[in-house]
């Protein structure tokens, strides 16, 4: 396809492409995009194939279907999104994101058309918010770039037909306020107390999250999506695995996630990132890469090794999230509320009903800031720590995980304290709380308990 | 055995800001130790070098009081380290163990001539009884006529299947009841990478062991699964001096063998690479990944190869035939590409049928070379 309109017409064949064109085509095929003209697999239609999947080279058509399929497919065998869901969909502006507004926006379209169709009207049709995470206070673009960026999201999020419910710009600072009148100037102290980059990086990932998770409960959102991609997720995998948490790694690569307050949910597990890319250049679909944030440290160095590994087995991505799928996932990896399920479509339905409930109890215990899960040594260390936890701070040191404790705690022991007070209430006030309960159990029990060197 | 901390293990308050060893806080720093970035002193390094291990062996209950414990010693820096650090453990903490050395002879030429010489010497000087294994007398080849008949590609195969078997056969000449490698923390790092990047949930889930093999004959175990490779390198380097420049010279070769462009996974290569990026960047990165690869949440439903034993010989395998004897009876019938990746078409236009039949063929007959009867 490239290579005949690689002569701009000037007549001399499809067989010779100039060199320029060559080193092109030679990028655009490592970018999973074919260049010779070929038929499609899939249709056998006359359009030529333009991208491989699965082995098979696709036209465009077929090749967006297939994502959709992927997609669908993700959304509706997880339960993903309900009738009565009100979904906010993480929008950076960049590819993965994209397609998936651009997807959950298709399928709402069609719930409408099947909606307004039907005679009852019974079951209603899900909603659909968008929110931006503004990080322009911790980075150094000007600001002129940035308003340009926040306009390029409304305008994306304003073109599509059926109109989204809002769209949420929130500064990442946010996350601080109502406690703290100046969001800005304690989240760049919070930051500037973590010494190490990785750490750095992941924190704020982690505000993220949260900010996230404040927009949605502010404005009634029901379920988070976010369009982290196959390859954002094999990065993932390596990088928690360097970072020595195997243990929590199975619960951050699952289509679920309950342990937050509103539940996450993650479509696009299964493609590739180029694959998205084309796929935004295919169909024309606007993003914007003003904003993009370069990674530091630990996570560039992962995903440059990926890299380098995908130039010698473009598979690689999909063989390492499959390793990390093989691992057994968290009890709060599945939706498993009473009558969740409900609203579903009735030969669906057996099939969420069926799955066994042993471990539905939620009973681990997740870190303070990164929301990983405990593994045994950890809550060993928790437990011995807590009993010995003499002030506040002791009890939220003993609440992060390992990794947090290495990376993002400020390197000194006297200023744990400090860096307590600044983090937002949301997570330390869960500690609180927890805190509160066990000793208020403890009293009413205290007659019947042993001292620990009685034993 | 004796479990009690080494003289040196007690910490003294640390001076800060002060060039002096970070640990007694006595001598002057000669050291950054690559496990912690840690100023120690060279008394100090041998200390927690030495006592590491020590606790690694003790809290694992890798020996019994006893046990005969054969050395794999190929004559490269760790097996070297360990057996001198193994004797010199053995000795002081009364583990009351009969080491012996072993090395294989894989046959090549310029290669194992001089590390073998190295284990010799190590015979003399740590006064271990030494036993020597080579692919000649257990296999009938000695990898140089493997090259010689496959040629540069592909022979790395061989000498890695060989070499794991001929250190069990050796060890069962010995009669001893465990065998402990050299492996490094590094070296199980890269493992642990290896076996997510190629999606082995089976192997990923038992390459953090420490001792493996204990369902069969002879466990092997890795006492230097937390020491880091950098500090095997600078232990030699200030306790046994006139080793080291033998075991310089022999890294280089062992190398081209083990990740060398003929090595058909060059992702192995990237790998090393990325780890010791990482450890630049952080060095506990490779405890961590260490770390993760024993914490990994395998489903107890993973289907695991089943463990038989070859029909051949008596070796453990997951299939019919071992994997060595796949190998060799290809050498011995002048098919040595049988069983060397998968069925991909042989050299020279062979078709799948006649590959097919040559298959089948070899399934029937029985060894019949003059090499290679070997029993286990």
């Given at each position: 396809?490239?290579?005949?309109?690689?002569?701009?017409?000037?007549?001399?064949?499809?067989?010779?492409?100039?060199?320029?064109?060559?080193?092109?085509?030679?990028?655009?095929?490592?970018?999973?995009?074919?260049?010779?003209?070929?038929?499609?697999?899939?249709?056998?239609?006359?359009?030529?194939?333009?991208?491989?999947?699965?082995?098979?080279?696709?036209?465009?058509?077929?090749?967006?279907?297939?994502?959709?399929?992927?997609?669908?497919?993700?959304?509706?065998?997880?339960?993903?999104?309900?009738?009565?869901?009100?979904?906010?969909?993480?929008?950076?502006?960049?590819?993965?994101?994209?397609?998936?507004?651009?997807?959950?926006?298709?399928?709402?379209?069609?719930?409408?058309?099947?909606?307004?169709?039907?005679?009852?009207?019974?079951?209603?049709?899900?909603?659909?918010?968008?929110?931006?995470?503004?990080?322009?206070?911790?980075?150094?673009?000007?600001?002129?770039?940035?308003?340009?960026?926040?306009?390029?999201?409304?305008?994306?999020?304003?073109?599509?037909?059926?109109?989204?419910?809002?769209?949420?710009?929130?500064?990442?600072?946010?996350?601080?306020?109502?406690?703290?009148?100046?969001?800005?100037?304690?989240?760049?102290?919070?930051?500037?107390?973590?010494?190490?980059?990785?750490?750095?990086?992941?924190?704020?990932?982690?505000?993220?999250?949260?900010?996230?998770?404040?927009?949605?409960?502010?404005?009634?959102?029901?379920?988070?999506?976010?369009?982290?991609?196959?390859?954002?997720?094999?990065?993932?995998?390596?990088?928690?695995?360097?970072?020595?948490?195997?243990?929590?790694?199975?619960?951050?690569?699952?289509?679920?996630?309950?342990?937050?307050?509103?539940?996450?949910?993650?479509?696009?597990?299964?493609?590739?990132?180029?694959?998205?890319?084309?796929?935004?250049?295919?169909?024309?679909?606007?993003?914007?890469?003003?904003?993009?944030?370069?990674?530091?440290?630990?996570?560039?160095?992962?995903?440059?090794?990926?890299?380098?590994?995908?130039?010698?087995?473009?598979?690689?991505?999909?063989?390492?999230?499959?390793?990390?799928?093989?691992?057994?996932?968290?009890?709060?990896?599945?939706?498993?509320?009473?009558?969740?399920?409900?609203?579903?479509?009735?030969?669906?339905?057996?099939?969420?009903?069926?799955?066994?409930?042993?471990?539905?109890?939620?009973?681990?215990?997740?870190?303070?800031?990164?929301?990983?899960?405990?593994?045994?040594?950890?809550?060993?260390?928790?437990?011995?720590?807590?009993?010995?936890?003499?002030?506040?701070?002791?009890?939220?040191t003993a609440h992060c995980c390992q990794n947090c404790h290495f990376q993002i705690l400020p390197s000194g022991g006297n200023l744990y304290e400090h860096f307590f007070s600044l983090l937002p209430k949301f997570w330390t006030g869960k500690v609180d709380t927890v805190s509160a309960s066990h000793s208020l159990l403890r009293d009413q029990i205290e007659e019947y308990l042993l001292e620990d060197n009685d034993d | 055995m004796d479990s009690s901390a080494v003289d040196g293990a007690r910490q003294p308050p640390a001076r800060a800001g002060s060039r002096l060893c970070t640990r007694c806080g006595e001598r002057?720093?000669?050291?950054?130790?690559?496990?912690?970035?840690?100023?120690?002193?060279?008394?100090?390094?041998?200390?927690?070098?030495?006592?590491?291990?020590?606790?690694?062996?003790?809290?694992?209950?890798?020996?019994?009081?006893?046990?005969?414990?054969?050395?794999?010693?190929?004559?490269?820096?760790?097996?070297?380290?360990?057996?001198?650090?193994?004797?010199?453990?053995?000795?002081?903490?009364?583990?009351?163990?009969?080491?012996?050395?072993?090395?294989?002879?894989?046959?090549?030429?310029?290669?194992?001539?001089?590390?073998?010489?190295?284990?010799?010497?190590?015979?003399?000087?740590?006064?271990?009884?030494?036993?020597?294994?080579?692919?000649?007398?257990?296999?009938?080849?000695?990898?140089?006529?493997?090259?010689?008949?496959?040629?540069?590609?592909?022979?790395?195969?061989?000498?890695?299947?060989?070499?794991?078997?001929?250190?069990?056969?050796?060890?069962?000449?010995?009669?001893?009841?465990?065998?402990?490698?050299?492996?490094?923390?590094?070296?199980?790092?890269?493992?642990?990478?290896?076996?997510?990047?190629?999606?082995?949930?089976?192997?990923?889930?038992?390459?953090?062991?420490?001792?493996?093999?204990?369902?069969?004959?002879?466990?092997?175990?890795?006492?230097?699964?937390?020491?880091?490779?950098?500090?095997?390198?600078?232990?030699?380097?200030?306790?046994?001096?006139?080793?080291?420049?033998?075991?310089?010279?022999?890294?280089?070769?062992?190398?081209?063998?083990?990740?060398?462009?003929?090595?058909?996974?060059?992702?192995?290569?990237?790998?090393?690479?990325?780890?010791?990026?990482?450890?630049?960047?952080?060095?506990?990165?490779?405890?961590?990944?260490?770390?993760?690869?024993?914490?990994?949440?395998?489903?107890?439903?993973?289907?695991?190869?089943?463990?038989?034993?070859?029909?051949?010989?008596?070796?453990?395998?997951?299939?019919?035939?071992?994997?060595?004897?796949?190998?060799?009876?290809?050498?011995?019938?002048?098919?040595?590409?049988?069983?060397?990746?998968?069925?991909?078409?042989?050299a020279g236009g062979d078709s799948d049928s006649e590959q097919q039949d040559k298959r089948s063929e070899r399934n029937r007959s029985s060894l019949q070379g003059k090499h290679g009867n070997i029993d286990f």
């Open positions: 396809m490239a290579a005949a309109s690689s002569c701009g017409g000037a007549g001399c064949g499809p067989h010779c492409p100039p060199a320029a064109v060559v080193a092109e085509d030679a990028t655009a095929e490592r970018l999973g995009r074919l260049s010779l003209s070929r038929d499609c697999g899939r249709c056998g239609g006359g359009a030529g194939a333009v991208a491989v999947a699965g082995g098979v080279g696709l036209c465009g058509e077929c090749f967006r279907a297939h994502l959709f399929g992927k997609f669908k497919l993700s959304v509706t065998s997880n339960a993903m999104v309900r009738p009565t869901d009100s979904v906010l969909l993480a929008f950076s502006g960049g590819p993965a994101s994209r397609v998936a507004l651009q997807f959950i926006h298709e399928m709402r379209s069609k719930a409408i058309e099947s909606w307004d169709a039907s005679n009852s009207q019974a079951l209603p049709v899900f909603r659909v918010g968008v929110a931006f995470v503004d990080e322009s206070v911790l980075c150094s673009k000007p600001e002129q770039e940035i308003d340009m960026a926040i306009e390029d999201i409304k305008s994306i999020v304003s073109s599509l037909s059926v109109g989204v419910k809002a769209t949420h710009i929130a500064p990442l600072e946010d996350v601080f306020s109502p406690e703290s009148t100046d969001g800005e100037g304690r989240l760049r102290e919070v930051v500037g107390l973590i010494d190490d980059d990785t750490g750095k990086e992941d924190f704020l990932q982690c505000l993220r999250m949260l900010s996230l998770q404040k927009i949605a409960l502010e404005n009634g959102y029901t379920k988070i999506m976010l369009g982290a991609c196959a390859s954002a997720i094999a990065c993932h995998v390596l990088s928690a695995t360097v970072k020595g948490r195997g243990y929590s790694l199975p619960a951050d690569v699952q289509y679920v996630d309950t342990r937050w307050e509103i539940p996450v949910v993650v479509p696009l597990r299964d493609c590739l990132a180029q694959g998205l890319s084309l796929l935004c250049e295919l169909d024309s679909l606007k993003t914007q890469q003003h904003l993009d944030r370069p990674s530091n440290g630990i996570n560039r160095l992962v995903a440059s090794f990926i890299e380098r590994l995908l130039e010698e087995n473009p598979s690689r991505e999909h063989t390492i999230v499959r390793t990390a799928q093989k691992l057994k996932p968290f009890s709060f990896n599945k939706f498993s509320a009473d009558g969740y399920h409900d609203f579903l479509p009735s030969r669906l339905r057996p099939k969420f009903q069926n799955v066994d409930n042993d471990e539905s109890t939620f009973s681990e215990i997740l870190c303070l800031i990164c929301g990983s899960p405990f593994s045994e040594s950890e809550l060993r260390n928790m437990e011995s720590t807590k009993h010995k936890a003499q002030k506040k701070t002791d009890l939220y | 002057k720093a000669a050291l950054k130790r690559p496990k912690t970035l840690e100023q120690i002193c060279r008394e100090c390094f041998y200390v927690v070098f030495e006592d590491e291990i020590h606790r690694t062996i003790v809290d694992n209950n890798l020996f019994k009081s006893g046990d005969r414990v054969a050395i794999g010693a190929s004559g490269g820096k760790d097996s070297t380290v360990l057996a001198y650090v193994l004797s010199e453990l053995n000795r002081r903490h009364k583990y009351g163990l009969d080491l012996f050395l072993l090395s294989v002879d894989e046959g090549i030429t310029g290669y194992r001539d001089d590390s073998l010489e190295t284990v010799k010497r190590n015979e003399i000087q740590y006064g271990l009884p030494l036993k020597i294994v080579s692919y000649k007398d257990l296999y009938g080849w000695t990898m140089d006529d493997i090259v010689k008949a496959i040629g540069l590609k592909n022979n790395c195969t061989f000498c890695g299947v060989f070499r794991r078997q001929a250190l069990d056969r050796g060890a069962a000449l010995l009669k001893v009841d465990k065998i402990v490698t050299g492996h490094n923390a590094d070296d199980i790092a890269e493992t642990v990478l290896l076996n997510i990047l190629r999606g082995d949930i089976a192997r990923l889930s038992r390459c953090t062991f420490i001792t493996t093999g204990e369902d069969g004959p002879i466990p092997r175990c890795k006492p230097f699964k937390y020491t880091y490779e950098k500090e095997i390198v600078i232990y030699p380097y200030y306790a046994i001096t006139h080793y080291s420049y033998i075991l310089m010279s022999l890294c280089s070769t062992h190398q081209v063998y083990s990740y060398g462009i003929y090595s058909p996974n060059a992702y192995r290569g990237f790998a090393r690479e990325f780890i010791k990026d990482l450890e630049r960047m952080r060095p506990r990165a490779i405890l961590d990944i260490i770390k993760s690869g024993e914490n990994f949440r395998i489903s107890t439903t993973t289907r695991m190869p089943e463990q038989g034993i070859c029909e051949r010989c008596g070796y453990i395998s997951s299939q019919k035939l071992c994997k060595a004897c796949v190998l060799l009876d290809g050498l011995n019938r002048g098919l040595p590409k049988l069983g060397i990746g998968r069925s991909k078409g042989m």
